[in-house]
């Protein structure tokens, strides 16, 4: 607690951290020092102003300890070490030449002691590794449940790059992880209940309630992309019809996009980048984007009826496709938000790349590091008390006898 107080509100003295958290001031006077000695907390120089001695202000030591993410795909690994506010320090790509759980935890851990060589630092400050992934995850037991890009089942990812970098290894869903990296650094820090729906092969959902992200009874809520909008013929990865995804999933509107430059004789995309850069110059185009946002906006309608969120973020690679696509949300969040509800939500366009799917997996860590006990759901990565990472098998039992 006193360590999450410091992060946000640093240069801040004891008395505000005893006034924040509620703790006596003794308390907060015997858990600084060892703050201090473990390198995650320093003392700023006193600001002098009036009379009277100034107090001793505390900030986050942010570069002391690193963390590193790992945004794990079909074919190859994304890997970033960040400091302590997620700044990146070291990134780089590994490629994926084998899917099955032995080589891809060998590839991270390759992953990572070639970040720690890039950049120079040590594999003795490094707190944990996040890795995020699509598909169904149980977070508290690092299973991955379901990957259908992977074709895994029920595979204990965690455990295994755990065995290969030594370190605390958590894993959650990727769009959970950006909705961290929101939480934590980003627009996300202003508000406590958000959402943060991905745009781009798949379509997904991360819901931040009271400040957590919600995961269900088991991990796996948000599969926003499988709410099915239509008994339409759209098969989806999944195995049903009908679904979200399934229409505006970058490889279905390419799909969609290649029938119709046949039909038209123009010239076929041949990705979802060139679709969005052909769209403004042809119509069929324009308007393939502008009803995948229309889908996309009613969708959105009914999860802000639900939910009422103060914060929608659309983020992923499919926001590239612009205005045409926006603009159409927009018009119809117009129309299908509930009357109570317009205006009392912002909404936000933030376009990323792979290396801030990373950096969110980075966050994964930080989350552990910061989040309030209090408030954590999760048993933490860090024996405090101790200060040594907390094994796994440990980690996995409390859990269990939850
Ligand atoms: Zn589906």
Redesign the pocket.
């Known amino acids: 607690m006193v360590l999450g107080v410091v992060r946000e509100r640093g240069p801040v003295s004891k008395a505000d951290i005893a006034r924040e958290t509620g703790l006596s001031q003794a308390t907060v006077g015997a858990i600084v020092p060892l703050l201090i000695e473990r390198g995650l907390v320093s003392e700023s120089a006193p600001v002098v102003s009036g009379v009277g001695r100034p107090p001793t202000l505390l900030e986050l030591d942010h570069d002391f300890y690193n963390v590193v993410g790992l945004k794990l795909m079909e074919d190859h690994i994304v890997a970033v070490v960040t400091d302590l506010e997620a700044q990146t320090l070291g990134q780089c790509e590994l490629p994926l030449s084998n899917i099955d759980p032995e080589s891809v935890a060998t590839t991270a851990g390759a992953a990572v002691d070639h970040l720690l060589q890039i950049s120079g630092l040590g594999h003795k400050r490094i707190l944990g590794v996040g890795i995020g992934m699509a598909g169904v995850i149980d977070t508290s037991l690092g299973i991955c449940r379901s990957s259908p890009f992977l074709g895994w089942q029920d595979v204990p990812i965690a455990a295994l790059v755990e065995g290969r970098v030594g370190v605390p290894v958590r894993v959650d869903n990727d769009t959970n992880t950006l909705a961290l990296a929101e939480r934590w650094f980003g627009v996300g820090q202003k508000s406590d209940d958000f959402i943060l729906v991905t745009l781009g092969r798949g379509v997904g959902l991360s819901v931040v309630v009271g400040g957590s992200v919600y995961r269900g009874a088991h991990g796996g809520a948000g599969e926003f ?2 709410t099915v909008m239509s008994d339409g013929d759209a098969p ?3 195995g ?1 019809r009908g ?1 979200l ?2 229409t505006i999933g970058e490889p279905a509107l390419l799909r969609r996009a290649q029938d119709l430059a046949q039909e038209h004789k123009i010239q076929k995309p041949t990705t979802a980048a060139e679709l969005y850069a052909a769209a403004p110059d042809e119509q069929v185009f324009s308007d393939l984007l502008a009803g995948a946002g229309t889908l996309l906006g009613r969708a959105l309608g009914n999860l802000i009826n639900l939910l009422a969120p103060e914060l929608v973020v659309l983020s992923g690679e499919g926001v590239d496709a612009g205005e045409q696509l926006l603009g159409a949300v927009n018009a119809e969040l117009a129309v299908h938000a509930h009357e109570g509800l317009r205006g009392s939500y912002e909404l936000v366009v933030e376009p990323l790349s792979d290396e801030a799917w990373a950096r969110g997996a980075a966050s994964l860590v930080l989350d552990a590091v910061f989040e309030s006990p209090t408030r954590s759901r999760s048993t933490p990565l860090w024996d405090w008390d101790n200060w040594q990472p907390t094994e796994l098998k440990e980690r996995t039992m409390k859990e269990m006898s939850r």
């Open positions: 992309g499988h989806c990865s999944c049903n679904c995804e399934a």
